[in-house]
């Protein structure tokens, strides 16, 4: 009886290169296996860390009587309108707008032709001149220690407002001076359902990477307001 041997012609570079491929399906099959997990796993608990994205952004409305209500650049109209009704309602003397360019911004003139439509002096709409949420915090932080105020109310969105405090507080450590956060009242989606919202799932995204690219860049934490 003949013992069957090796096929001469199955050199070893194919039996390691066989080898090599079966290894490589059963990594594909794992590691296809786990993200298959992740996915349901995130699925399954969503319900939890979707409105917690969400709160660890927001920070909730506070108002009290303040020196300036301070609009930050973007969130034309609803921003401007919302600092408007607080000024009509008594919580401040100016509006302070940021996003102004050196040559002139048409979405500052707008947000100025509205206040004074609305009632507010020319004189009390005050712009600001900044291009990101940086210079915003720098600027307000100089203008605040210029005229000596106490306390300033920040109006934007609920998904810019931990990110924009915290940014202001971190120039207005050491003053004295008080921030207060306060957003439009009726936002076309809310902390607790952004995800439906495919403006939503924009902004919360690009928030998220904002906020970690501050952390980096200027070490601005999220627990600092």
């Known amino acids: 009886m003949k013992i ?3 096929d001469c012609n199955t050199s070893p570079e ?3 290169s066989g080898h090599r491929s079966r290894q490589s399906r059963r990594m594909f099959v794992r590691i296809g296996g786990a993200a298959l997990a992740t996915i349901a796993l995130l699925a399954g608990s969503a319900g939890w860390w979707l409105p917690a994205l969400g709160s660890l952004l927001a920070l909730p409305g506070r108002t009290a009587r303040a020196d300036a209500i301070v609009v930050l650049g973007g969130g034309f109209p609803l921003r ?3 600092a408007i009704d607080l000024y009509r309602e008594g919580w401040a003397r100016e509006i302070w707008r940021t996003g102004e360019m050196p040559g002139g911004s048409a ?18 709409f005050v712009p600001l001149i900044t291009d990101s949420t940086w210079t915003d915090g720098r600027e307000i932080a100089r203008m605040a220690r210029e005229r000596k105020v106490e306390r300033v109310i920040i109006v934007t969105d609920w998904s810019h407002s931990r990110r924009a405090l915290c940014v ?3 120039h207005l450590a050491g ?6 956060y306060d957003g439009p009242r009726n936002p076309p989606y809310t902390s607790s359902d952004w995800w439906h919202h495919p403006e939503g799932r924009r902004i919360v995204a690009g928030e998220l990477l904002k906020m970690f690219y501050y ?3 200027f070490g601005v934490t999220p627990w600092e307001c």
Do not use: F, M, N, Y
């Open 80 to 82: 401007d309108q919302h």
């Open 175 to 180: 003053s004295g001076i008080e921030a207060l």
């Open 168 to 170: 202001i507080k971190h």
């Open 14 to 16: 194919r039996l390691t």
């Open 107 to 124: 979405v500052v003139q707008k947000a100025r032709r509205l206040a004074i439509q609305q009632g507010v002096p020319a004189a009390a």
């Open 215 to 217: 952390l980096l860049r």
């Open 4 to 6: 069957r041997s090796l």
